[in-house]
Structures are given as C-alpha cells and as structure tokens.
C-alpha cells in the first residue's frame, strides 16, 4: 500500500474507533443516573479510565471491533499494515478497502477460518 492509502486507512481507523467510543459513551450515559441532567461529569475522571469504563458497555461484538481497529492502529505504527499476518504478502488494497482491519490475505483467512492460527 502506498503511504497515501495508509494514511486514508488510519484515518478511517480513528474514525470508527471514535464511533464505537461515541456509542459507549451512549449507552454509559443511559446506564448511568450521574448528574442532573442525565450526563455524566467527566471532567475529573482521565480520558483513558473513562475510555476503559465506557468500554465495559461495549457489546462482544463492539469490542471484537475495537481490538481489531487498534491491532491496525499498531500494525500502521510497526509498519506492517497491509501486509499478511501469516503469508507476510501483501493484502490486495481492495480488501483493505473494505475491510481496513483485515490481518490476513483473502487465502489466508480461509485457511484461518478452517484450520485455526
Ligand atoms: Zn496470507
């Protein structure tokens, strides 16, 4: 992938981790009654603990997504997005395309799906 696409890859990354946070922070906010109005004071409280804490009202599957989304995140800061975790060859950028979190090649994956890392 060129550098252009990794970048526009990351981009998108950081995008759909912060909606998967944004509906976290949803659902935390309606679980919660902190506050007069129904949101809760996160001034005091670190970015990271209330990350971790909104996480917790991530479904499974919300957070399946997000570890795939930061495993890319650190496979860009490696450098080795884009590249077959198993093959080590270079995933076809359509499917990082459509799938910007994938960690195997098209071949690879099914063999994945069928036989276990
Ligand atoms: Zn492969």
Redesign the pocket.
């Given at each position: 992938m060129t550098p252009e696409q990794i970048a526009q890859a990351r981009q998108r990354l950081l995008q759909m981790r912060q909606e998967l946070l944004d509906e976290a922070a949803h659902a935390y906010a309606e679980s919660q009654s902190l506050g007069k109005d129904g949101v809760p004071d996160i001034g005091d409280m670190s970015s990271n603990s209330y990350n971790q804490e909104v996480l917790i009202n991530l479904s499974n599957a919300q957070r399946r997504a997000a570890n795939d989304i930061d495993a890319a995140l650190e496979r860009i800061a490696a450098g080795v997005y884009g590249i077959?975790a198993?093959?080590e060859?270079e995933i076809a950028p359509r499917r990082m395309e459509v799938r910007p979190f994938s960690r195997?090649?098209v071949?690879?994956k099914t063999d994945v799906e069928k036989y276990g890392e």
């Amino acid at each position: 992938m060129t550098p252009e696409q990794i970048a526009q890859a990351r981009q998108r990354l950081l995008q759909m981790r912060q909606e998967l946070l944004d509906e976290a922070a949803h659902a935390y906010a309606e679980s919660q009654s902190l506050g007069k109005d129904g949101v809760p004071d996160i001034g005091d409280m670190s970015s990271n603990s209330y990350n971790q804490e909104v996480l917790i009202n991530l479904s499974n599957a919300q957070r399946r997504a997000a570890n795939d989304i930061d495993a890319a995140l650190e496979r860009i800061a490696a450098g080795v997005y884009g590249i077959c975790a198993r093959c080590e060859e270079e995933i076809a950028p359509r499917r990082m395309e459509v799938r910007p979190f994938s960690r195997y090649c098209v071949d690879c994956k099914t063999d994945v799906e069928k036989y276990g890392e």
